[in-house]
């Protein structure tokens, strides 16, 4: 099975429908069985906090790795999400009883920590593009999938904790040479934690305004998604404690944590469309407007041509008008197609996106739409919304692109 079909021209498809449910469901027993074995663990602390934890990271990476996935099949990003997740809950075997579940858990309860420094490292294009970015993500691999099964071989299972079951791959009895490894693996992993942090923060100060408005939703919906995720955690440890001595309240609180677990997921949906595919970086915006009539999730046709390269901000920002309202149109205005008109007037490249559904969009309302008049406005750029109740929306977008 292939992971994404190449389409003549080198555009990927989108994630089959199948394959993406196929994906689902394995997320689901994951987090099931992640659930089962912190709830089950002797050796586990606020067993509901973790269990919640485990369940929401790990349905988290994959949920928007699949949308990621589907909507910009020639970004990596996706892919690599998924696997995040799956690794994310692979990692809980090690508090499993069985040594052979054990020992796997430990084997790869570091690996997902690959996958997010790759994440950071290549958004929004998916692709490590500096021989610095090419040595921390070689380190990362070397801590986490080289390190590890190297002290497994020499150290026995008190290295890792007081009552783990039994180290199945120990062949050398060599527990302090394991422990300085495993000393020496964390200390590594700290400073690259912090290496990576430090070149983003001055890869943030280096970039230009429309390169922090793309990096932005990775940054921001990312901490609040992670707020929010700690906040159910809280919340279902509360109503696990109040069950039995006060039923009663139990139900108020459940109500809380489904709605907190609701603005989490319209969070990754943010998040998702905040990454670019990657034939916009390699093959212009006519290339990714085509792509993008391939992946939305209700019929799209385009009409015209740019005929060229444009500057990347100019590019990106017309990109994610379109995409942002090919959204909007399948999941608030219930439009049953969208047409893209564009084309370019000697200095000004014009998109007009228009769609058959509810109308009655109002620009002033909600963060989606200002914050597409900004992204346009902030380029020197004007963008106006016309959307009367019944009539569908129409938005018509003029960009500099001398």
Same mark, same amino acid.
């Given at each position: 099975?292939?992971?994404?079909?190449?389409?003549?021209?080198?555009?990927?498809?989108?994630?089959?429908?199948?394959?993406?449910?196929?994906?689902?469901?394995?997320?689901?027993?994951?987090?099931?069985?992640?659930?089962?074995?912190?709830?089950?663990?002797?050796?586990?602390?606020?067993?509901?906090?973790?269990?919640?934890?485990?369940?929401?990271?790990?349905?988290?990476?994959?949920?928007?790795?699949?949308?990621?996935?589907?909507?910009?099949?020639?970004?990596?990003?996706?892919?690599?999400?998924?696997?995040?997740?799956?690794?994310?809950?692979?990692?809980?075997?090690?508090?499993?009883?069985? @040594?052979?579940?054990?020992?796997?858990?430990?084997?790869?309860?570091?690996?997902?920590?690959?996958?997010?420094?790759?994440?950071?490292?290549?958004?929004?294009?998916?692709?490590?593009?500096?021989?610095?970015?090419?040595?921390?993500?070689?380190?990362?691999?070397?801590?986490?999938?080289?390190?590890?099964?190297?002290?497994?071989?020499?150290?026995?299972?008190?290295?890792?904790?007081?009552?783990?079951?039994?180290?199945?791959?120990?062949?050398?009895?060599?527990?302090?040479?394991?422990?300085?490894?495993?000393?020496?693996?964390?200390?590594?992993?700290?400073?690259?934690?912090?290496?990576?942090?430090?070149?983003?923060?001055?890869?943030?100060?280096?970039?230009?305004?429309?390169?922090?408005?793309?990096?932005? @939703?990775?940054?921001?919906?990312?901490?609040?998604?992670?707020?929010?995720?700690?906040?159910?955690?809280?919340?279902?440890?509360?109503?696990?404690?109040?069950?039995?001595?006060?039923?009663?309240?139990?139900?108020?609180?459940?109500?809380?944590?489904?709605?907190?677990?609701?603005?989490?997921?319209?969070?990754?949906?943010?998040?998702?469309?905040?990454?670019?595919?990657?034939?916009?970086?390699?093959?212009?915006?006519?290339?990714?407007?085509?792509?993008?009539?391939?992946?939305?999730?209700? @019929?799209?046709?385009?009409?015209?041509?740019?005929?060229?390269?444009?500057?990347?901000?100019?590019?990106?920002?017309?990109?994610?008008?379109?995409?942002?309202?090919?959204?909007?149109?399948?999941?608030?205005?219930?439009?049953?197609?969208?047409?893209?008109?564009?084309?370019?007037?000697?200095?000004?490249?014009?998109?007009?996106?228009?769609?058959?559904?509810?109308?009655?969009?109002? @620009?002033?309302?909600?963060?989606?739409?200002?914050?597409?008049?900004?992204?346009?406005?902030?380029?020197?750029?004007?963008?106006?919304?016309?959307?009367?109740?019944?009539?569908?929306?129409?938005?018509?977008?003029?960009?500099?692109?001398?």
């Amino acid at each position: 099975m292939t992971v994404a079909e190449t389409m003549p021209g080198g555009t990927a498809r989108p994630i089959a429908t199948s394959l993406a449910l196929f994906l689902g469901g394995v997320a689901l027993a994951g987090g099931a069985l992640a659930t089962r074995l912190v709830l089950a663990s002797d050796r586990v602390d606020a067993r509901v906090v973790t269990a919640v934890l485990a369940v929401s990271v790990g349905w988290s990476f994959v949920g928007c790795g699949l949308i990621v996935w589907r909507q910009r099949p020639d970004n990596r990003l996706g892919r690599v999400m998924v696997a995040t997740g799956f690794l994310w809950f692979a990692s809980f075997l090690m508090v499993a009883g069985s @040594p052979l579940a054990f020992t796997i858990g430990t084997a790869v309860g570091d690996v997902f920590f690959v996958g997010f420094v790759y994440l950071l490292l290549t958004f929004p294009g998916g692709r490590l593009t500096s021989r610095l970015d090419l040595l921390l993500f070689a380190a990362a691999v070397l801590i986490a999938a080289v390190v590890t099964p190297l002290y497994l071989l020499l150290g026995s299972e008190q290295v890792f904790c007081v009552g783990c079951p039994r180290n199945v791959m120990q062949v050398v009895a060599a527990d302090r040479a394991a422990e300085w490894l495993l000393d020496a693996q964390r200390l590594v992993a700290a400073c690259l934690a912090l290496l990576v942090a430090v070149l983003l923060a001055i890869r943030w100060a280096r970039a230009t305004p429309p390169q922090r408005r793309t990096a932005s @939703p990775v940054i921001w919906a990312g901490s609040a998604m992670q707020q929010r995720l700690i906040a159910v955690a809280m919340t279902l440890g509360l109503a696990e404690a109040r069950a039995q001595p006060h039923p009663e309240q139990v139900g108020p609180l459940l109500r809380e944590a489904r709605s907190a677990l609701a603005l989490a997921m319209d969070e990754l949906r943010d998040l998702s469309q905040g990454i670019h595919p990657g034939v916009l970086g390699e093959r212009g915006l006519d290339a990714a407007l085509d792509e993008l009539t391939r992946s939305a999730a209700l @019929p799209v046709t385009v009409t015209g041509c740019v005929g060229g390269r444009l500057a990347e901000a100019i590019e990106g920002a017309a990109y994610f008008v379109a995409s942002e309202s090919v959204a909007n149109a399948a999941k608030h205005a219930h439009a049953g197609a969208v047409h893209l008109a564009v084309s370019r007037d000697g200095s000004r490249l014009l998109l007009r996106v228009s769609d058959d559904g509810i109308g009655g969009t109002d @620009p002033t309302r909600g963060s989606g739409l200002r914050g597409l008049v900004d992204r346009v406005e902030a380029l020197g750029g004007r963008m106006s919304v016309s959307s009367p109740p019944g009539r569908g929306t129409l938005i018509d977008v003029e960009l500099p692109c001398e």
